[in-house]
């Protein structure tokens, strides 16, 4: 089984940074694909960035909705995986989820959620 414990989230004014932290526990080998997701009331969850580790290179990728804003990075001794928010706005609202999976995305996980609120 796998576990995924987050961390960080909270209230900030906007134009604020907040840091978010995911640490992933238990049968996670060959779980290459981390990243965060959100989702916001009474819309789908979706997809904020997520980072693939390939050999000693990682790969990220971001919503179009926060590029330059966020920055997502990881460390593979610690198994955790990081998304800086900078430039906070209201829309940012969400409770944001830690996610892992395989490549083929037949092994995959979800954290508890943390609320990140925005306030205007």
């Known amino acids: 089984q796998v576990q995924l414990v987050e961390s960080g989230g909270g209230l900030v004014q906007a134009g604020g940074s907040l840091r978010l932290s995911c640490v992933a526990s238990g049968s996670i080998f060959g779980l290459n694909v981390m990243g965060w997701y959100r989702q916001a009331a009474g819309k789908q969850r979706e997809l904020v960035a997520h980072i693939t580790s390939g050999g000693n290179t990682n790969y990220a990728n971001y919503a179009d909705s926060v590029k330059g804003r966020f920055t997502i990075s990881r460390d593979n001794a610690k198994n955790t995986v990081y998304l800086q928010m900078n430039g906070l706005k209201p829309e940012d609202t969400a409770v944001y989820f830690c996610?892992?999976?395989?490549?083929?995305?037949?092994?995959?996980?979800w954290g508890q959620g943390t609320q990140v609120t925005v306030s205007s």
């Open positions: 996610n892992i999976h395989n490549a083929a995305r037949t092994r995959e996980y």
